[in-house]
């Protein structure tokens, strides 16, 4: 199901499912990762589902909190999310992706060259490819083709100057390099609005490129 109307970067809460008609392959990501074939295949037959409870911290209003419990089908063992939009640094161990340390935040977009408003930020990733950041700008899709990008909805004004807003989250593995880079929007697909995240996973010179699309399940309920 398309995201409701209401549904925005500060108001993901809900479920939402991986849409895997719609998304690219995360298998090539996964790989990067180091996750193992037996676990990619799994996951690949798999339903993802995310249950979201977004809110602001309730000492620093402009600090939002993101708590994310993911239920994968299969007897697979789901994963939980703990996001805070500061930028601090912070530690965390995973019992899918090991040692990591983490970032996220939100941020707000510009016009460029071609008149479209796109996220606009410095990105955490390292690497001379300029598809890896035309592509988490929303520029090209995962294979280089050009890409229409992302909506940009009208929220977002108290992150500062710019227009629209996205989220950026970055993480790094501790125990073997690779860096995962996700920007948070909402684009038309197929003529739906569908909430996604852009991924761009490095290791050294190398990386895999993958857009997950989430279709809207149904409201969070307390």
């Known amino acids: 199901m398309a995201a409701p109307a209401d549904s925005n970067l500060k108001n993901l809460n809900g479920e939402w499912t991986m849409d895997k008609t719609l998304s690219n392959p995360s298998e090539p990501i996964l790989e990067l990762q180091g996750m193992s074939w037996l676990m990619r295949k799994a996951l690949s037959v798999a339903t993802v589902t995310l249950s979201i409870h977004e809110y602001p911290d309730a000492a ?10 993911q239920t994968v089908t299969g007897g697979i063992k789901g994963t939980t999310e703990r996001r805070i939009s500061d930028n601090k640094v912070r530690e965390h161990d995973d019992h899918i992706f090991g040692h990591l340390k983490g970032q996220s935040r939100f941020f707000r977009g510009s016009k460029g060259e071609d008149g479209k408003v796109r996220p606009y930020t410095e990105f955490e990733t390292k690497i001379d490819e300029p598809q890896v950041y035309k592509f988490l700008r929303g ?3 995962a294979d280089g083709s050009p890409s229409e990008g992302f909506v940009v909805d009208e929220t977002g004004e108290e992150f500062g100057e710019g227009e629209g807003l996205w989220y950026s989250s970055f993480v790094e593995n501790l125990d073997s390099g690779w860096t995962a880079e996700q920007v948070w929007g909402f ?15 490095v290791k050294g010179k190398t990386y895999k490129l993958a857009r997950l699309v989430y279709s809207f399940v149904k409201p969070r309920t307390e």
């Open 139 to 141: 520029e090209v899709l």
């Open 187 to 201: 684009e038309i697909i197929d003529g739906k609005r569908y909430y996604t995240r852009r991924v761009a996973v």
């Open 60 to 69: 620093e209003p402009s600090v939002w909190h993101i708590d994310i419990d």
